[in-house]
């Protein structure tokens, strides 16, 4: 089961949910008093601060317990060894776009967050208080989900006012990609989702290679594509399950085509390195083009997107390199 789920109507406590999770429930249990507070006291100490703001051991468990049942994978000890940088990597970028949120005069209102949440709550075929539940009994905060979406939340809204004006597709790039699909007219279609790890700088590519990897493996073992998508995924589709829709020979890159030429349905592609990132596909159905109409404003809409992406992946690299960003664990 992918995780994401349900509406505001939770108090914003820091109670101390599920330690086993951080396995230091058999310290609280065998230790006395001074045991227990030693390890409450880790809880709350910083993994990571963020120009000033704190990202607690807590703060990271809760995540990687979130990831874990997101994906749908074993919880061991091992899985959340691997999660872990990519998870904390995550929370750095959140704290990064809500401060940025900040700084514009932004602000996500509990309504959107409550949309959001009950979207997820009908896709997991929940209610809000099974949702809840299914929180509580697997040693999640709830709150750990609502900051999540409370920040892509933000960021949409950041790339919405800052961004999307300087995007500007003309009726000549929509017509060349609809003079190239009505060629292809016959060709097979296919149902297409996506996982996208970035390359920021030619320094960094071998740790971005080394995340793909990471989260291949876990789909390898087993992990649901949209959960581990939802997570890690840095593409605009994300909070789609990097659903991508239906696509067309020719719509995405060359590299990225070839690959999906040689996979059949149900498939997950290795990563795939492109001049951007490493990208992992999951090709979920087949079909044949019958001549379908040509859709212009879709075709706009997607190199809207497309384009969106790239100054979004941008503008988070600045906001990265300008931060002060100081990681404890």
């Known amino acids: 089961m992918s995780l994401l789920k349900k509406p505001l109507k939770i108090a914003r406590r820091r109670i101390v949910f599920g330690l086993g999770v951080l396995g230091l429930a058999s310290v609280l249990a065998a230790g006395g008093p001074t045991d227990a507070a030693r390890a409450q006291s880790d809880l709350f100490r910083p993994a990571a601060v963020v120009n000033d703001d704190i990202i607690s051991v807590l703060d990271l468990a809760m995540r990687v317990q979130l990831a874990v049942v997101a994906a749908g994978?074993?919880?061991?000890?091992?899985?959340?060894?691997?999660?872990?940088?990519?998870?904390?990597?995550?929370?750095?970028?959140?704290?990064?776009?809500?401060?940025?949120?900040?700084?514009?005069?932004?602000?996500?209102?509990?309504?959107?967050?409550?949309?959001?949440?009950?979207?997820?709550?009908?896709?997991?075929?929940?209610?809000?208080?099974?949702?809840?539940?299914?929180?509580?009994?697997?040693?999640?905060?709830?709150?750990?989900?609502?900051?999540?979406?409370?920040?892509?939340?933000?960021?949409?809204?950041i790339i919405q006012r800052r961004l999307r004006p300087n995007v500007v597709i003309t009726p000549e790039e929509v017509e060349e990609v609809a003079s190239r699909l009505s060629a292809r007219r016959g060709a097979v279609e296919r149902r297409v989702a996506e996982i996208f790890i970035p390359i920021e700088s030619t320094a960094r590519e071998g740790e971005a290679r080394a995340n793909a990897e990471r989260l291949f493996e876990e789909l390898r073992q087993g992990a649901n594509f949209a959960g581990l998508a939802r997570q890690f995924s840095q593409s605009g589709t994300a909070s789609l399950g990097g659903d991508l829709g239906w696509v067309r020979d020719g719509e995405m890159e060359e590299e990225l085509n070839s690959?999906?030429?040689?996979?059949?349905p149900g498939e997950v592609s290795v990563p795939i390195r492109t001049v951007s990132g490493y990208h992992i596909l999951f090709l979920r159905d087949m079909r044949k083009n019958e001549g379908q109409d040509i859709d212009r404003g879709r075709i706009?809409?997607?190199?809207?997107n497309q384009r969106l992406d790239q100054l979004a992946q941008r503008s988070l690299q600045d906001l990265r390199r300008a931060a002060n960003v100081d990681v404890r664990i």
């Not at 299914?134 to 709830?142: Q, T």
């Not at 706009?300 to 809207?304: A, D, R, S």
């Open 259 to 264: 690959v999906l030429a040689q996979m059949g």
């Open 73 to 157: 994978v074993e919880d061991t000890q091992e899985v959340r060894r691997r999660l872990t940088p990519q998870v904390l990597r995550s929370l750095i970028d959140e704290r990064l776009q809500m401060q940025e949120a900040e700084r514009l005069d932004i602000s996500v209102t509990d309504l959107q967050v409550a949309g959001a949440l009950e979207q997820i709550a009908q896709q997991n075929s929940m209610t809000e208080g099974q949702f809840l539940t299914m929180l509580r009994n697997r040693g999640i905060i709830p709150t750990t989900l609502i900051d999540q979406i409370r920040a892509q939340i933000a960021w949409q809204a």
């Open 300 to 304: 706009e809409e997607t190199l809207t």
